[in-house]
């Protein structure tokens, strides 16, 4: 059937035509990286284990800049040139940061951070196999959910509390930032253990990624008191993690010494036959991705994984909270297990 063809006015042609680039504009922008100057301090820090000596070393613009500065190989000379920052206070930072291992090198002329620094389009390489892996790992944490439950529902304290709520306990700060870390560290084919700063003696893997300053970094962070060892896990730090007992099981659950004693058992086996193997498995992989970024020029392997695991965590977290399996904190949830004696 032959039909007319309807002309477009003129007034309405300039109106879509003048819509179509105002959205070819917005998407063009919505894929422009944020323009930064080539040394800056607008990058996040992480670190693993938890460390408040990490945050007291990399807490501070000029130490986050030169650390920039260093890994886009400038001189301490050239930083202290081109920014103009005080030549006395640059070169106390270098000492600090030298002290704790944070920089390394033979002279000023070829120091080098002592922990890998990704940039965004680090990230974009990245991202792919980080998506893929969040799948994967998720996976095979929920192939094995009713394991999980019925372990829960096994334990005598803390049955009080949401269950979701205590399943983050037991996932996030039971398996995956307590028995996976230290089963990863017990095998050494990945992360033979985290170096030892010398500030204060933390021992910690550490990071920094650029455009994530206001990033929060899942934690775990334990101290013990008395007969027990108390954690709090979440994206907020404890101001102070040693508190009586009494008021920890205010917020959370108390194991004693049969379940604390599961608890332990329970979390390493996990990570160790279900968790471990894929970790392994992916070797290839870091290797590869390793290879290509710039931090590799200056940063062992174990450095990369460390922070690669830890945003493996923070996916397959956000991932199991998406599901519905566990409900996320605002600020940290607290739990205690009995000494192991």
Not at 101 to 121: A, I, N
Request: glycine content about 6%; overall charge negative.
């Amino acid at each position: 059937m032959n039909q007319r063809n309807k002309r477009i006015s003129p007034f309405r042609y300039v109106l879509c035509l003048l819509a179509l680039l105002s959205l070819s504009q917005n998407s063009l922008e919505g894929q422009t990286p944020v323009e930064r100057p080539e040394v800056h301090a607008e990058f996040g820090f992480g670190f693993l284990p938890w460390s408040s000596e990490a945050i007291e070393s990399l807490d501070s613009e000029d130490v986050r800049t030169l650390i920039s500065g260093l890994h886009r190989g400038w001189s301490v000379d050239k930083f202290i040139n081109e920014t103009e920052r005080p030549r006395l206070r640059i070169l106390t930072i270098m000492d600090e940061l030298e002290t704790a291992g944070l920089v390394r090198g033979r002279s000023d002329f070829d120091m080098r951070p002592g922990f890998p620094v990704l940039f965004e389009q680090d990230l974009v390489a990245i991202d792919p196999l980080l998506e893929r892996s969040t799948r994967e790992f998720t996976e095979i944490i929920e192939d094995h959910w009713d394991e999980i439950e019925t372990f829960h529902r096994s334990l005598t304290a803390g049955q009080e509390f949401p269950e979701p709520q205590n399943m983050y306990r037991l996932v996030i700060g039971g398996v995956l930032l307590g028995g996976m870390i230290e089963v990863l560290f017990d095998d050494k084919t990945l992360l033979p253990g985290a170096p030892r700063r010398a500030r204060r003696g933390d021992t910690y893997y550490t990071w920094m990624v650029e455009g994530e300053e206001n990033r929060s970094y899942l934690l775990r962070q334990t101290d013990r008191v008395g007969r027990h060892e108390v954690f709090s896990v979440g994206p907020v730090a404890e101001e102070n993690v040693r508190i009586q007992i009494d008021v920890v099981a205010q917020e959370g659950p108390v194991y004693e010494t049969e379940d604390a004693r599961r608890w332990r058992v329970f979390t390493s086996v996990f990570s160790r036959d279900y968790l471990l193997p894929y970790i392994k498995s992916q070797r290839s992989n870091f290797l590869s991705i390793h290879s290509d970024i710039e931090a590799s020029k200056y940063s062992a392997l174990a450095e990369f994984v460390a922070w690669y695991y830890q945003e493996l965590v923070q996916r397959t977290a956000d991932s199991l909270v998406a599901s519905g399996r566990l409900e996320a904190p605002e600020t940290s949830y607290k739990y205690a297990l009995r000494e192991a004696r």
